[in-house]
T-cell receptor
Framework: RKEVEQDPGPFNVPEGATVAFNCTYSNSASQSFFWYRQDCRKEPKLLMSVYSSGNEDGRFTAQLNRASQYISLLIRDSKLSDSATYLCVVKEGGADGLTFGKGTHLIIQP | EPEVTQTPSHQVTQMGQEVILRCVPISNHLYFYWYRQILGQKVEFLVSFYNNEISEKSEIFDDQFSVERPDGSNFTLKIRSTKLEDSAMYFC???????????FGQGTRLTVV
């Protein structure tokens, strides 16, 4: 059974702070890894793919540890607009569907 | 920027009725998906579709569900006889290749009464 586990939060963080999320996945055959964000009652939107060497996109940094089956997301200098639910997502490969975590709810406070 | 579009945005149907949810994937994408999200729960995979056939389906995607690509642009999900527990947000997604990022439509909120 494919599972992705995340701390549901909520994380209440002051504007400008750095916040980190983690997730673990159960299926060692997983090939692709992503972070999506979801605003209330909206569709998931791709935030970034996660590569084995780690990758950065502006204020966002993602890390992957295949040995520990662990993925992380770091948000620096958080903005009010970062308030959302962050979804950890994995995929085995090919035409397989995405397996979603339940998401971590982030609230940035002014 | 190309996007996945879904219609209708909200559908209310009576239990036992058939519904068809429609999606237009991004035009140069080859893989198409349906997901659902029951209110307050996680996004769940239903089915993937490639080369005009189902590639993978989850245990949720039972005989009451079917998918079709009736023409070169539309991708549909049919629920034959809706149940109350089918009430959810249904998202269509597409990706260029199987191992690349998937992009989601804005969803159809299905309410079964």
């Amino acid at each position: 059974r494919k599972e992705v586990e995340q701390d549901p939060g909520p994380f209440n963080v002051p504007e400008g702070a750095t916040v980190a999320f983690n997730c673990t996945y159960s299926n060692s055959a997983s090939q692709s890894f992503f972070w999506y964000r979801q605003d209330c009652r909206k569709e998931p939107k791709l935030l970034m793919s996660v590569y084995s060497s780690g990758n950065e996109d502006g204020r966002f940094t993602a890390q992957l540890n295949r040995a520990s089956q662990y993925i992380s997301l770091l948000i620096r200098d958080s903005k009010l607009s970062d308030s959302a639910t962050y979804l950890c997502v994995v995929k085995e490969g090919g035409a397989d569907g995405l397996t979603f975590g339940k998401g971590t709810h982030l609230i940035i406070q002014p | 920027e190309p996007e996945v579009t879904q219609t209708p945005s909200h559908q209310v149907t009576q239990m036992g009725q058939e519904v068809i949810l429609r999606c237009v994937p991004i035009s140069n994408h080859l893989y198409f998906y349906w997901y659902r999200q029951i209110l307050g729960q996680k996004v769940e995979f239903l089915v993937s579709f490639y080369n005009n056939e189902i590639s993978e389906k989850s245990e949720i995607f039972d005989d009451q569900f079917s998918v079709e690509r009736p023409d070169g642009s539309n991708f549909t999900l049919k629920i034959r006889s809706t149940k109350l527990e089918d009430s959810a947000m249904y998202f269509c997604a597409s990706s260029r290749r199987g191992n690349t990022e998937a992009f989601f439509g804005q969803g159809t909120r299905l309410t079964v009464v």
